[in-house]
C-alpha cells in the first residue's frame, strides 16, 4: 500500500451523473449533496414486478427509455421538496407522469433487490398504471423507507454503511482515461452511460456517477482512499459487470433468457448488443487482471466508493463539477486491489 503526498490534484470531476429511477435515464448536474446513503436524490425509486423484485434493464432493456426529471433547485443544499414539488417521468408513446416529492403515506411489504428485502413507499395507482402499461405486465413504482428500512453494503468491504436502491454500493467511480482507452478498441465508441456512475472525472474518476479527468487510463483500479473537495472516499472494491461464464455464447444465451449486460444496451434506443462486454472479456476479465487468484468470469471496469466522513446536517455536504480529486493512498497493482 503506497501513500501519496502530492499536494497536486491528480484529476478533477467532470460530471456528476444521478439516477432517480434506478434503471431508467440519468441526470446530469453541476453539483449534488452527499448523504449517508449517496449522492441525494440518486436510485431512491425502483420498479417491482407484482412479486415485488426489482425490474431493471437487465430483464426490461425498455427502461433505458424512460427520462426522469427533478426541480432544478432539487440539487441545492438544504432545499426542501414542497407540495407542488415533483418528479417528471416520460417515455415515447406515454403520457406524462408527475411523482410528488413529498413522501407517500402507503407502505407495501415484500419488496426485494439482490440480496435485500424489506418495505418501501408505494407511489400509488396511478404510477403503477404508467409502468404497468409501458413494460406490458404489472408493475409498481416504489421509493425506498428510510425511515424504518437500512440496506447495508457488503461488510466484508464496507462495514458501517449503507445504500438505497444502488447495486453495491454508494458510489462507482470510472475515469474519462479508462473509457477512452475502451473505445479505441471496440468498432462504435460507446459513451459513459453505459456503466451507470454517478461520478465522473476527467482522466480518473466516475462513482455513484462521478466522472474525472486527468490520470491514466484505469488509474482508479489502484486508489483505495482518493479526497473530493474536503471529503474522504474509500475505493473498497472493483466494480464487477455482468458474469460472462462462456466465450461462445455470452450474448445469444443472455439474450434467449431476458438477462442482459447493462453495459451491452444502448441508453438511447434500449436495445442490446454485444459491445463493449466482448471487447471488456478480453482486457478488464479476472482472469487477465488477477491472473494468481480464483477466476469467476467477471468483468471489472470502475471503482466503488464509500464516504468515510461522518455526512451530519449542515453545510458544506456537496460535490461539485470542476473539484479536484487527490489519491491519498492506493496499491501498485489491479491484482492487489479487492474485488
Known amino acids: 500500500m503506497e501513500n501519496s503526498s502530492s499536494s497536486e490534484a491528480s484529476a478533477k470531476v467532470t460530471s456528476i451523473f444521478i439516477y ?4 431508467c435515464r440519468v441526470i446530469s448536474v453541476s453539483q449534488a449533496p452527499l448523504t449517508p446513503t449517496g449522492f441525494r436524490w440518486d436510485r431512491q425509486w425502483i420498479i417491482v414486478n407484482q412479486k415485488g423484485r426489482a425490474v431493471t434493464q437487465r430483464n426490461e432493456p425498455k427502461l433505458a427509455l ?18 407542488g414539488s415533483y418528479m417528471v417521468i416520460k417515455a415515447p408513446g406515454m403520457d406524462v407522469l408527475k411523482i410528488s416529492l413529498s413522501k407517500p403515506h402507503d407502505v407495501t411489504d415484500g419488496v426485494s433487490l439482490w440480496e435485500w428485502s424489506g418495505s418501501a413507499l408505494d407511489e400509488g395507482a ?19 423507507n428510510a425511515a424504518s428500512e437500512n440496506r447495508p453494503v457488503d461488510p466484508e468491504y464496507a462495514r458501517g454503511h449503507n445504500l438505497m436502491f444502488s447495486d453495491q454500493y454508494p458510489y462507482m467511480l470510472l475515469s474519462q482515461g479508462s473509457l477512452d482507452a475502451l473505445n479505441k478498441l471496440v468498432n462504435e465508441p460507446v459513451p459513459v452511460n453505459r456503466f451507470r456512475p454517478n461520478l465522473y472525472i476527467s482522466s480518473i474518476l466516475v462513482c455513484d456517477s462521478i466522472l474525472v479527468d486527468g490520470c491514466e487510463p ?4 489502484l486508489w483505495t482512499e482518493v479526497r473530493i473537495n474536503k471529503f474522504t472516499f474509500e475505493g473498497v472494491k472493483l466494480c464487477s459487470r455482468c458474469k460472462v461464464k462462456t466465450k461462445k455464447l455470452p450474448f445469444c444465451f443472455l439474450f434467449a433468457n431476458n438477462v442482459f449486460q447493462v453495459p451491452t444496451i444502448n441508453q438511447d434506443t434500449g436495445i442490446a448488443g454485444s459491445e463493449p462486454s466482448e471487447t471488456l472479456m478480453k482486457i478488464r476479465s479476472d482472469k487477465v487482471l488477477r491472473p494468481n487468484r480464483k477466476h469467476q468470469g467477471k468483468i471489472y471496469f470502475g471503482q466503488n466508493l464509500v464516504c468515510k466522513d461522518s455526512l451530519t446536517k449542515g453545510r458544506g455536504n456537496v460535490v ?14 489491479a491484482a492487489e486491489a479487492a474485488a
Not at 484505469?218 to 483500479?221: C, H, R, T
Not at 461539485?320 to 497493482?333: A, E, N, T
Open 20 to 23: 432517480p429511477v434506478k434503471s
Open 218 to 221: 484505469f488509474s482508479e483500479d
Open 320 to 333: 461539485k463539477v470542476g473539484d479536484p480529486v487527490f489519491v491519498l493512498r492506493k496499491v501498485s497493482s
Open 66 to 83: 424512460v427520462e426522469v426529471e427533478l426541480p432544478k433547485e432539487a440539487f441545492l443544499e438544504g432545499w426542501e421538496p414542497t407540495g
Open 126 to 144: 396511478e404510477a403503477a398504471n404508467w409502468f404497468t402499461k409501458f413494460l406490458g405486465k404489472t408493475s409498481r413504482l416504489v421509493r425506498f
